[in-house]
């Protein structure tokens, strides 16, 4: 194809392989643009298409082609099309792909709202079945050795449901978390987040009265097992649940004051606000420290509150001793953040995506 020119009229065989089954067809259409690697044509059915200038094969614009092939009940030879799912998980990786290539502050905010009616029938038909707070993976069994019974939920990090629960965050920890959250097979355990994620923000007040509702299960849960329940509200967001009432109006620490619940925030406010003893007396916030609020997690630190830092110390090797001058304690002995000691640093290894951090999230020893 290198020596096509603009106005010329060709004929292009689709290859549909990336929607599912072999797809091959003859389109006729016109170049309308050159790039250095791409031929851009618009075919007979007025359709925008791209081909390698190297290698003559079509280059697949997966987020285009799906919502049409999900209309269809064949693909255009005849064969069986792809399935809703594995349409929702091509288009979303796609892309995710494309934003999780540039800088992080370049590709924010990212509106994935456009993938919501690929979306929606899969999550409105899971997150009915769904229950919202996960009491079962390698945190909340820490936990259960020591006596806690951990309800933790987990929404979609930053903006990757097209609302922003990380108001303040960075780019090292939102690279950490979309990459770890958002890439690689789209499950439905990731799928769940954004639907849930989706919800909290169509209806904040419904959904905290759901919330109750599967805090009273776990505490009969708790109470069976004999353990006592603490939640963690904001496992991969940073949202302030002590503001939101839901229908009735009252916190969700107030309507279970004996149930423990504990976040990390990177919202400097709330931690003072703790610190003066504003929150509800069963919430207790632990600060997080990013690679761009290091002396605000100082300053806080020194006025009583614990800070947890990341640092790319391995599984197997101790903590350093002490950070910025504070005693470290080990935080990955257990997720319960309410029993630390007051005026410490929690350090944490680096887990996941966090282990190939360059930004300064993660602290190097
Ligand atoms: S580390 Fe925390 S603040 Fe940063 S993106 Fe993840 S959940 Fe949000």
Redesign the pocket.
């Known amino acids: 194809m290198n020596d096509v020119k603009v106005g010329d009229s060709i004929e292009t065989m689709q290859d549909g392989r990336a929607i599912g089954g072999n797809v091959h067809r003859v389109n006729t259409g016109v170049v309308t643009r050159l790039t250095p690697a791409q031929v851009i044509i618009r075919n007979e059915h007025g359709n925008v298409q791209r081909f390698s200038r190297a290698t003559g094969q079509a280059i697949p614009q997966i987020d285009k082609l799906c919502p049409k092939y999900m209309r269809k009940s064949e693909t255009p030879s005849g064969e069986p099309k792809a399935s809703k799912t594995e349409i929702a998980n091509l288009a979303f990786e796609s892309r995710m792909r494309t934003h999780l290539a540039k800088p992080i502050a370049k590709s924010l905010p990212q509106d994935f709202s456009d993938l919501e009616e690929i979306f929606k029938p899969a999550a409105t038909a899971a997150l009915g079945k769904m229950k919202y707070l996960t009491t079962k993976n390698a945190k909340t069994s820490k936990g259960e050795s020591l006596g806690f019974l951990t309800a933790i939920l987990y929404l979609a ?2 903006y990757l449901s097209g609302n922003n ?2 108001p ?3 780019a090292g ?2 690279a ?3 990459f770890s ?1 958002g890439m690689g097979a789209f499950g439905n355990v990731k799928r769940a987040r954004i639907a849930k994620t989706k919800a909290f923000f169509h209806s904040p007040k419904a959904f905290i009265e759901r919330l109750a509702k599967d805090i009273s299960a776990a505490q009969r849960k708790a109470e069976r097992e004999g353990l006592e329940l603490c939640v963690r509200l ?5 949202l302030p649940w002590e503001v939101f009432g839901g229908e009735i109006g009252v916190s969700l620490m107030d309507r279970f004051p004996q149930v423990i619940f504990y976040d ?3 919202n400097p406010s709330r931690i003072r606000k703790f610190l003066a003893g504003k929150l509800p007396s069963n919430y207790s916030l632990t600060f ?1 420290r ?1 690679e761009s609020n290091g002396e605000t997690a100082l300053q806080l630190a020194s006025e009583g509150a614990n800070v947890a830092v990341v640092f790319s110390t391995k599984k197997a090797n101790g903590l350093p001793k002490s950070w910025g001058g504070r005693e470290v304690v080990d935080g990955d002995v257990s997720d319960l953040r309410f029993l630390d000691a007051r005026g410490r640093i929690v350090g944490l290894r680096a887990k996941g995506q966090a282990k190939k951090d360059m930004s300064g ?1 993660v602290v190097s020893v």
Do not use: E, M, W
Not at 234 to 238: A, I, L, V
């Open positions: 990090p930053s629960v990380c303040h965050a960075s920890c939102i950490s978390c979309l959250a904001n496992g991969t967001s940073d990390y925030t990177k997080s990013s999230f």
